[in-house]
């Protein structure tokens, strides 16, 4: 038997394998060189790896197309190398010897880098075996040229050829033969043609879609929703819009399914989705640097985020708390230099930051805050006012300094203050504010009614009105004085619709000033 496995070896044709390599020119070069293991190819240059790399896919392709079809009778050249392409050598002896099988096939295996290709003719096994190998062609099984035209074998005949080859021919038949152990001449069993698969299920959130789901129209909402997710992975770039319409059709379909089915995890979901479509309706929002309003143009705002309009807010509250002088003037000039000072309790200051605001007597406003502690200068009072550009005043807040844990009466950054200060002076130094001499509580309502608007401009909160509780605590006011206030508004084209009752103050912010508002959230409202 041994003799007659080692005859079988001498019989059948190695299988071919040739190799097609890229390498590197020579040092200090981008160049590359394409070589083929076959004796007729010449050793081809390339300025870069790209062509290179082409190259050579295509050298392969074109030995792939001229090259004849795997033969079924060859030896697997896997095999011929101790199958390594597939077997790593750990140096120990292995438990059970591997067995090639299969129809001969021709496979490629390339590296993860692309520097070399590989093409051998092997067992179908091997090829499935090695990582990254592609069958390319597969052999045809030789069979004789009519059925009739090969006589029955004898049980003799049979006997002859098990004492010849030392296999059992007569209890062999029908047993699957392998390439590495194939007599000559053997033709293997055709491959079984696999199995109709049934179609995958349909998913929507990792989650399977019942064949029994009714009503129709609710099945077919999820997987149509289920395929237009799946699409929408595929983009190359995103579309915040078109997610945010995806989540909201996603909310309504999963609470119509929780409905149904009455199960808790969908309802969850349906309100993960709600707050995943409200997002990225806000992302999207933000992208743009604007708010729609309503069915509106797109506003462009100076602060364009809800995090910096909830700053703005909190900076104003905190004035109004803690103001230590009475009077409009008093708090304008304090709301403008916690501004100045808000990060670190300092900050530059000239004299036109002062005389710009429309104060009655700024340098006496000044010299009280100092006298009460509240403000601190290196200089006087008219050394401040005084002062340009070039030679700015430091100024210090000491209530607005950072404590010894760090913490102060803010919680935005060294970059939020100064865009939360120019919002502020753009506001109270509007053009036609300063034309029609606005005072400096009607700056300050001007201030109050920019962040408390709606989306659109309407005052409060869905535009029922801001409470008068609310302005009487931003603004140091009386009740029969915010009426002319109001009017000084509307006559500078901030304000118009404005209807004031005991409770409220109505109206639209002008489109002109729409820029400059801080939106509040439609869940807040300014309770009386």
């Known amino acids: 038997m041994t003799q007659a496995a080692v005859g079988e070896l001498d019989e059948r044709v190695p299988g071919r394998r040739w190799t097609v390599r890229l390498d590197a020119a020579g040092r200090g070069s981008t160049a590359v060189r394409v070589s083929c293991s076959r004796p007729a190819c010449s050793e081809q240059r390339f300025p870069s790896a790209a062509a290179g ?6 050298h392969i392709k074109a030995h792939l197309r001229a090259a004849p079809a795997p033969r079924a009778t060859a030896y697997c050249a896997c095999r011929l190398a101790d199958c390594h392409t597939h077997l790593p050598d750990t140096g120990r002896p292995r438990t059970a ?24 003719e092997c067992c179908s096994r091997c090829a499935a075996a090695t990582p990254g190998a592609k069958t390319a062609a597969t052999s045809v099984p030789t069979a004789p040229d009519h059925p009739s035209s090969t006589p029955a074998a004898t049980p003799a005949a049979s006997a002859a050829t098990s004492v010849a080859t030392g296999v059992d021919t007569a209890a062999g038949a029908g047993v699957p033969q392998f390439s590495d ?15 109709r698969r049934r179609p995958p299920p349909a998913k929507i959130s990792q989650r399977i879609i019942p064949d029994d789901l009714r009503p129709t129209v609710l099945r077919d909402e999820l997987i149509e929703l289920g395929n237009l997710f799946r699409a929408y992975q595929q983009r190359d770039q995103p579309d915040l819009e078109l997610l945010a319409d995806l989540q909201e059709r996603k909310a309504r379909a999963f609470t119509t399914w929780a409905d149904i089915t009455g199960e808790g995890t969908l309802r969850w979901e349906a309100r993960r989705a709600e707050r995943a479509a409200a997002t990225a309706r806000l992302q999207h929002q933000q992208r743009i640097s604007g708010i729609t309003g309503g069915d509106g143009p797109v506003v462009n705002r100076l602060l364009t985020v809800p995090g910096q309009w909830e700053h703005a807010r909190s900076v104003l509250a905190h004035v109004a708390n803690h103001t230590p002088l009475p009077g409009a003037d008093a708090r304008l000039l304090v709301l403008m230099l916690t501004l100045r000072t808000a990060h670190t309790g300092t900050g530059n200051l000239v004299g036109q930051d002062l005389t710009a605001l429309g104060l009655t007597d700024p340098q006496d406003l000044v010299e009280k805050l100092t006298d009460c502690g ?5 200089c006087t009072a008219g050394d401040l006012l005084a002062s340009r550009p070039e030679n700015a005043t430091p100024i210090t807040v000491p209530s607005l300094a950072s404590g010894e844990d760090g913490a102060g009466p803010f919680t935005f950054g060294k970059k939020m203050r100064p865009k939360l200060s120019g919002w502020a002076q753009r506001v109270v130094s509007d053009k036609k504010l300063r034309k029609t001499k606005a005072t400096s509580a009607t700056r300050l309502l001007a201030l109050t009614l920019a962040t408390q608007s709606s989306a659109s401009g309407r005052l409060g909160t869905g535009g029922h ?10 603004v140091p006011a009386g009740a029969g004085e915010l009426e002319r206030l109001v009017d000084q508004l509307t006559a500078a084209d901030w304000l118009t619709n404005a209807a004031l009752t005991d409770i409220h103050l109505t109206g639209q912010l002008t489109e002109r000033v729409l820029p400059l508002t801080c939106p509040c959230p439609p869940s807040s409202a300014a309770s009386p």
């Open 374 to 378: 509240w403000l601190s200068l290196p």
């Open 97 to 120: 010897p591997w067995r090639c099988g299969g129809p001969v096939v021709l496979a490629v295996v390339t590296d993860r880098e692309g520097r070399w290709w590989q093409v051998m």
């Open 465 to 474: 009105g801001v409470f008068l509780t609310t302005l009487a605590a931003m």
């Open 181 to 195: 152990h194939q007599v000559a001449g053997s033709v293997p069993l055709p491959r079984n043609t696999p199995a």
């Open 53 to 58: 790399r082409a190259a050579a896919v295509a």
